[in-house]
């Protein structure tokens, strides 16, 4: 019991890693429309260090405290469920997107880069924001 009670921090800190990851990427997007690319590179080691950090925060929090039942029912819940679902088969996608987007732009094959970004970018973002909103269902509205 000391043990889950000591790690309840962890759901608000991975909302924030992974709000902050999805601000990061945002900015990204905006700073290589603009041309501004060791700013973009700048901005989206970070976004990507940040999203390493909830992966490890989550596994964390998620061995010590099991999983977390979602205590709505009804139509709350087939939404709630309904968003798990498709955040849960993108994020599996995502570590392996990002890795793959990452080294395209490290190694300096920028068209490869691109390609892949395009789907990347949209994926990313949306596992990090439904992130956030899983986080906001899960421990912040009384149901």
């Known amino acids: 019991m000391e043990r889950v009670s000591s790690i309840t921090f962890l759901p608000t800190l991975n909302a924030t890693l992974n709000a902050t990851a999805a601000i990061l990427?945002?900015?990204?997007?905006?700073l290589i429309r603009r041309r501004q690319v060791r700013a973009h590179r700048s901005v989206m080691?970070?976004?990507f260090s940040f999203s390493v950090l909830f992966?490890?925060?989550?596994?964390?929090y998620h061995y010590l405290a099991g999983s977390v039942r979602f205590?709505?029912?009804g139509t709350a819940r087939t939404i709630y469920l309904t968003v798990l679902l498709t955040h849960t088969v993108l994020a599996a996608v995502v570590p392996v997107l990002a890795l793959v987007t990452l080294f395209q732009a490290?190694?300096?094959r920028f068209d490869r880069h691109m390609r892949i970004a395009r789907w990347t970018l949209p994926i990313w973002l949306y596992v990090s924001l439904t992130g956030v909103?899983?986080?906001?269902?899960?421990?912040q509205v009384e149901w």
């Open 55 to 60: 992966l490890v925060s989550y596994l964390v």
């Open 45 to 47: 080691i970070a976004a």
């Open 106 to 108: 490290l190694r300096e």
């Open 25 to 30: 990427l945002v900015s990204g997007f905006i």
């Open 133 to 139: 909103v899983i986080y906001w269902m899960l421990y």
């Open 71 to 73: 205590p709505g029912s």
